[in-house]
């Protein structure tokens, strides 16, 4: 039975290429599992630690998340992803060369606190 949070049979059998070998010897936790972990605490927003114990220890979706994230796992995920849906039609691709516009805060841009944006060292002194 496939549970709300968790991912379909076609969303695994996409996904599980994508994943490292286990080099280790020993048995581990089932990847589709710890995965299923994994989207279950993201989709939900809840702590690690509260991830229902059905999905194994939450110490081990915590490392396997870890790993998969340093290793470069998630990002292979996401560019296949992509170019699957690319390949399919499913993307508007939308580059914008010119007339870019970031808004910032302003404290991001460099404004100081209590409402001056004016620099001591930007005032030119007085002959």
Request: glycine share 8%; no cysteine.
């Amino acid at each position: 039975m496939i549970r709300r949070h968790e991912l379909s049979d076609a969303e695994w059998e996409f996904i599980r290429p994508l994943l490292p070998e286990s080099l280790r010897g020993r048995k581990r936790l089932d990847d589709r599992t710890v995965l299923n972990g994994i989207v279950w605490k993201f989709r939900t927003g809840t702590a690690w630690r509260d991830v229902p114990e059905r999905y194994g220890p939450w110490a081990t979706l915590h490392t396997r998340f870890r790993r998969w994230a340093l290793d470069g796992t998630f990002e292979r995920m996401l560019r296949a992803a992509q170019a699957r849906a690319d390949a399919a039609g499913d993307i508007d691709w939308l580059v914008s060369v010119d007339s870019t516009v970031v808004r910032a805060h302003q404290h991001a841009a460099g404004a100081r606190k209590g409402g001056s944006t004016t620099r001591h060292s930007d005032v030119p002194e007085a002959d």
